[in-house]
């Protein structure tokens, strides 16, 4: 198993999504990072239960990341597989850059994106 990614104290995340086991494993890993409900953030974490539900919230926070920042994408199986193909796809498209893949705990799998020293075009609406 890849050892988890570490957060250090005082970074600025925000996280969303509905699969809750994917959110629980990756919110131990959460302690002492702020919050901000506006303004630049370090890390975009996502937790989604559907492709749908990722490509949202990325599309509507990914202008807050700042460059150099991450996006953590979450998931578990069964159709966390599906979701991270598309993700990977939609991520590649936008200018992210795919760094690392970690196995969290059981079926649940964080694949961690880099934002270049700039930002990526704002994606389109769908």
């Given amino acids: ?14 996280i969303g ?6 959110r629980s494993a990756i919110e131990r890993l959460l302690t002492n ?22 490509t949202y919230f990325a599309q509507k926070h990914l ?5 150099g920042g991450e996006l953590w994408l979450v998931t578990s199986d069964p ?20 760094q690392e893949s970690y196995d969290l705990k059981l079926g649940v799998k964080l694949d961690v994106w880099r934002n270049p020293t700039q930002h990526p075009p704002s994606p389109p609406r769908v």
């Fill in 33 to 54: 990072t702020s919050r901000p409900p506006e303004g630049e953030i370090d890390r975009l974490i996502l937790t989604p239960s559907t492709f749908d539900e990722c």
């Fill in 79 to 98: 159709d966390g597989t599906t979701i991270r193909a598309s993700a990977a796809r939609w991520c590649a498209e936008n200018g992210l850059e795919n």
């Fill in 63 to 67: 202008i807050r990341l700042k460059p």
């Fill in 17 to 22: 999504g509905h699969d809750r086991r994917a």
């Fill in 1 to 14: 198993m890849t050892p988890s990614p570490t957060v250090p104290p005082n970074t600025r995340i925000w």
